[in-house]
């Protein structure tokens, strides 16, 4: 009976610490970012105080699952303003408030590391005359359903939906 308690608790502790490990493997401080480990998901809080106003890049990451993306007075956004981590199996990516990336949105779904990206969601996005640059959307194959919402949008680029084969 005894050693039964100790087996359980030996298992219970190393369940602890694989999963504190592997938390602060994904949940860590960079240079311009915080992580804060909620109950569900990651929150990493991103800026640069180099502007009248703070620029500020939020993502909420659910493992396995999700990734948004809000930020606020975001004038470009790239790699360098995201944390260095890599979700390999995230399936849904939802961008909100953001300008289109400089180099399209392949470079934030290759900085993750995504290889199963399957919903892409653009909401209240920033825009260059309202336009929606094919260019941008080029290099997502496994992006299966697209939302565009709140984008006030006027045009779309030359054959933006044949981008988009399945």
């Known amino acids: 009976m ?17 999963q504190s490990i592997s938390d602060q ?4 401080r960079s240079d311009n970012c915080q992580c804060f480990n909620n ?8 800026s640069e105080n180099q502007k009248e106003e703070e620029e500020e890049v939020i993502l909420h990451v659910y493992p396995d699952s999700l990734i948004k993306i ?7 956004l790239n790699k360098q303003k995201l944390p260095s981590v890599k979700f390999e199996d995230i399936e849904k990516l939802q961008i909100r408030y953001c300008p289109l990336p400089e180099n ?4 934030i779904v290759q900085h993750f590391g995504m290889k199963n990206l399957d919903m892409l969601s653009f909401e209240f996005g920033v825009f260059d005359d309202f336009k929606l640059e094919t260019e941008k959307f080029i290099n997502l194959p ?3 359903v697209l939302r565009l919402r709140g984008n006030d949008l006027k045009s779309i680029g030359d054959n933006f939906l044949t981008i988009f084969p399945n």
């Open 142 to 144: 496994n992006v299966t």
């Open 39 to 46: 109950s569900d998901h990651y929150e990493y809080q991103c």
């Open 70 to 76: 809000d930020c606020s007075n975001v004038e470009v």
């Open 25 to 28: 493997q994904i949940c860590r």
């Open 2 to 18: 005894e050693k039964s308690k100790i087996l359980w608790i030996t298992i219970i502790l190393n369940l602890f610490i694989s």
């Open 104 to 107: 399209g949105l392949k470079e």
